[in-house]
């Protein structure tokens, strides 16, 4: 009889350091410069306070302005959930996390890079974002394609 293989337990592991390696990323991305005008550069909460000059304003602004403040603590929820060992519950979160965020992230990406135009996209911010999304979402998956445990059964015995 041998004992349960190390392999899952490593590769849950790996992912959920992947994982939170790639949150902490993210969210870092959220404060660096998405917005340049002139000189002045603005994280993605100063652009969201700005959503009204976009037409963002009222219900769908709110429901943007929400969501994306919301994916800081999602990041915070998913991390101590791989601390605690609730691996796949953080990584179906970390999932969720990676898909939003890197999907703005990507878009304000694609849209960026002009740098002779006096208001543009600064790419810090979407590529960090996009970055940490895209290695959340590699840890995510690490942990959820880790084979689960199984019961030992016992000779003569129930598992």
């Given at each position: 009889?041998?004992?349960?293989?190390?392999?899952?337990?490593?590769?849950?592991?790996?992912g959920?350091?992947?994982?939170?390696?790639?949150?902490?990323?993210?969210?870092?991305?959220?404060?660096?410069?998405?917005?340049?005008?002139?000189?002045?550069?603005?994280?993605?909460?100063?652009?969201?306070?700005?959503?009204?000059?976009?037409?963002l304003?009222?219900?769908?602004?709110?429901?943007?302005?929400?969501?994306?403040?919301?994916?800081?603590?999602?990041?915070?929820?998913?991390?101590?959930?791989?601390?605690?060992?609730?691996?796949r519950?953080?990584?179906?979160?970390?999932?969720?996390?990676?898909?939003?965020?890197?999907?703005?992230?990507?878009?304000?990406?694609?849209?960026?890079?002009?740098e002779?135009?006096?208001?543009?996209?600064?790419?810090?911010?979407?590529?960090?974002?996009?970055?940490?999304?895209?290695?959340?979402?590699?840890?995510?998956?690490?942990?959820?394609?880790?084979?689960?445990?199984?019961?030992?059964?016992?000779?003569?015995?129930?598992?």
């Amino acid at each position: 009889m041998t004992g349960p293989s190390v392999e899952p337990t490593t590769r849950r592991w790996t992912g959920a350091v992947l994982g939170v390696v790639g949150l902490v990323t993210a969210v870092t991305g959220f404060f660096l410069p998405w917005l340049r005008s002139g000189t002045v550069t603005r994280t993605s909460y100063e652009v969201l306070a700005l959503r009204g000059f976009a037409g963002l304003d009222g219900v769908p602004g709110e429901v943007v302005r929400g969501a994306w403040v919301a994916l800081t603590p999602l990041a915070v929820c998913c991390v101590v959930l791989w601390a605690v060992r609730f691996h796949r519950i953080a990584a179906w979160l970390a999932l969720v996390f990676g898909t939003i965020a890197g999907t703005v992230a990507a878009l304000a990406a694609v849209q960026g890079g002009n740098e002779a135009a006096l208001v543009g996209i600064s790419l810090t911010g979407p590529v960090t974002t996009l970055g940490g999304a895209v290695l959340g979402i590699a840890g995510a998956i690490t942990v959820l394609t880790a084979k689960s445990r199984t019961a030992i059964s016992t000779p003569g015995g129930a598992p």
